[in-house]
């Protein structure tokens, strides 16, 4: 049964400067079904809107970032919602006690002239109410429980690592238990050690509390490690979907083939080609595929249409002509 339902979701960048209307479809027509208990890896160029569809999907909207479509259905059995239709009250409420986050720069959640302790004690304080020694028990046990050292309570954000930082922000964002944790490049800014231990506490924390990690990264490494699924992004659609396994033995979309084969094997000396030119400006689209202009396969019919995401075998999704020939570009339901 699927906890979280995205339905065309349209979510832009709408400024006015000078009288000129400016529009970055920064997500745009994007559909997602995540089930219980699954790791779901968003990867895809910088710039093709994942922080935007993290920040949507948590419901943090503030101009210029608009929601022009859409709908995100989350069902936790005792609570349902879409969450673009709940007030900035009642999305506090379900934010970090159902819905956490962890943001690629540790310190946007750390007050930087706050002890951690401190930290700590306003973030829980704000959700219940609790006894002086129970919420530093609480807090204790947890970091204990993660193997963290109790000591970074009396540390400031700048006084730790930037690992360290990274993993008390991932402490914080998972205290409460939440149904639903969003990752957005949770290691990016570490060295490659550190960003392993770092994504070592994620799954074990999923392993512990269950919960639906949705994580974005443009690391495949990371993804072929830790997610059940993987969406593949492009200029603000999911052009492929398929399980973990799936998209690295057959990717279907030209994009993800050349994601994948860009990757390093070891042993294997031979030149990776990436894919060529650069992203089209997401402020001025291409008309059909946004693709096209840099795909080797390009028919007519790509200039003119979008491919509409659509089942190729079970659980493997694609929007592409190459593979989707009877497509009829009919909207998914
Ligand atoms: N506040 C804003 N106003 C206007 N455009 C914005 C704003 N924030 C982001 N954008 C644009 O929206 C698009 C998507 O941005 P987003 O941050 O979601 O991409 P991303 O995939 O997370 O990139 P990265 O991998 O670099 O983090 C980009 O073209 C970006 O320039
Ligand atoms: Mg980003």
């Known amino acids: 049964m699927s906890v979280l339902k995205v339905k065309d979701l349209k979510s832009y960048y709408i400024s006015e400067v000078f009288g000129i209307k400016r529009t970055v479809r920064a997500v745009d027509g994007v559909y997602m079904e995540i089930n219980r208990d699954e790791v779901f890896g968003i990867a895809g160029e910088s710039g093709c809107g994942k922080s935007t569809l993290i920040k949507t999907l948590l419901g943090m909207i503030k101009p210029p970032l608009t929601i022009v479509d859409g709908e995100i259905y989350y069902d936790f059995g005792d609570k349902k919602f879409n969450i673009l239709s709940l007030n900035p009250d009642e999305s506090r409420k379900i934010r970090w006690e159902y819905i956490s986050y962890i943001p690629q720069s540790s310190m946007s959640v750390l007050?930087?002239?706050?002890?951690?302790?401190?930290?700590?004690?306003?973030?829980?304080?704000?959700?219940?109410?609790?006894?002086?020694?129970?919420?530093?028990?609480?807090?204790?046990?947890?970091?204990?429980?993660?193997?963290?050292?109790?000591?970074?309570?009396?540390?400031?954000?700048?006084?730790?690592?930037?690992?360290?930082?990274?993993?008390?922000?991932?402490?914080?964002?998972?205290?409460?238990?939440?149904?639903?944790?969003?990752?957005?490049?949770?290691?990016?800014?570490?060295?490659?050690?550190?960003?392993?231990?770092?994504?070592?506490?994620?799954?074990?924390?999923?392993?512990?509390?269950?919960?639906?990690?949705?994580?974005?990264?443009?690391?495949?490494?990371?993804?072929?490690?830790?997610?059940?699924?993987?969406?593949?992004?492009?200029?603000?659609?999911?052009?492929?979907?398929?399980?973990?396994?799936?998209?690295?033995?057959?990717?279907?979309?030209?994009?993800?083939?050349?994601?994948?084969?860009?990757?390093?094997?070891?042993?294997?000396?031979?030149?990776?080609?990436?894919?060529?030119?650069?992203?089209?400006?997401l402020s001025n689209l291409p008309n059909g595929c946004s693709f096209h202009p840099r795909c080797p396969y390009v028919m007519e019919k790509c200039k003119k249409e979008f491919p509409s995401l659509l089942n190729v075998e079970d659980e493997h999704r694609v929007a592409c002509f190459l593979v989707n020939k009877e497509d009829d570009n009919g909207a998914r339901d």
């Open 111 to 281: 007050n930087p002239v706050r002890r951690i302790r401190d930290t700590f004690k306003s973030f829980l304080g704000a959700h219940k109410k609790f006894e002086k020694d129970e919420l530093e028990g609480l807090v204790k046990e947890h970091l204990s429980a993660l193997g963290l050292p109790t000591e970074v309570l009396n540390a400031y954000p700048h006084q730790l690592s930037g690992g360290m930082r990274q993993r008390v922000t991932i402490a914080l964002a998972s205290i409460l238990k939440p149904k639903v944790i969003l990752a957005d490049e949770p290691s990016t800014a570490l060295d490659v050690v550190v960003q392993r231990g770092v994504i070592q506490l994620l799954r074990n924390i999923q392993e512990e509390q269950k919960n639906i990690i949705i994580i974005v990264t443009h690391d495949m490494g990371i993804h072929a490690n830790i997610c059940d699924r993987i969406a593949i992004m492009y200029a603000g659609k999911i052009i492929e979907e398929a399980r973990t396994d799936e998209i690295f033995k057959h990717p279907l979309h030209p994009y993800t083939t050349y994601l994948i084969g860009s990757l390093p094997k070891i042993g294997d000396k031979s030149y990776r080609v990436s894919a060529p030119g650069s992203p089209p400006p």
